[in-house]
């Protein structure tokens, strides 16, 4: 399972032109799903997610993380993460779940980080075609792979 992870100041998703749903100041994730994903990479990912110390204090220093901040999160699924260019140049998704993997495994791990934040977490629509913005604050941009714990 991967993160894309941006510290957003604003995020939102729209849907036949339409939004979705939104947030403020928070994280934007995109989660990227693979058939052997288990409860464990969503527990181990959400613990990460949570814990992360991406948002500045009153020096300046980023060393507060999300719930810290009062902040909100939004959970958009995003199947691309796991594109392989290794052959050629049209990417290849062999790596990433099919739908009857991905869909119940995005749910979980929204379920997830609701449940260990204690907030409710903004989403899009699993397989949707999607229109997401969002405004990166500072950039930061943090990839984070259950296949590769750092």
Do not use: C
Not at 31 to 39: L, M, N, S
Not at 104 to 118: C, D, L, N
């Amino acid at each position: 399972m991967r993160l894309l992870i941006q510290r957003v100041s604003r995020a939102s998703v729209n849907i036949d032109n339409k939004t979705y749903s939104e947030i403020g100041k928070g994280l934007l994730v995109l989660v990227g799903i693979e058939e052997a994903d288990t409860q464990e990479d969503i527990d181990w990912l959400t613990g990460k997610l949570l814990r992360l110390r991406i948002f500045d204090d009153e020096q300046g220093v980023m060393n507060l993380d999300v719930n810290q901040i009062d902040g909100q999160i939004m959970v958009v699924s995003q199947f691309t993460l796991h594109a392989s260019t290794k052959k050629g140049n049209r990417p290849s998704y062999f790596r990433a779940a099919p739908e009857a993997i991905s869909r119940p495994m995005y749910e979980r791990f929204v379920e997830t980080v609701e449940q260990a934040s204690g907030n409710k977490v903004a989403t899009g629509v699993f397989s949707a075609d999607m229109k997401v913005k969002l405004v990166n604050d500072g950039p930061v941009t943090i990839w984070i792979d259950s296949r590769n714990r750092e």
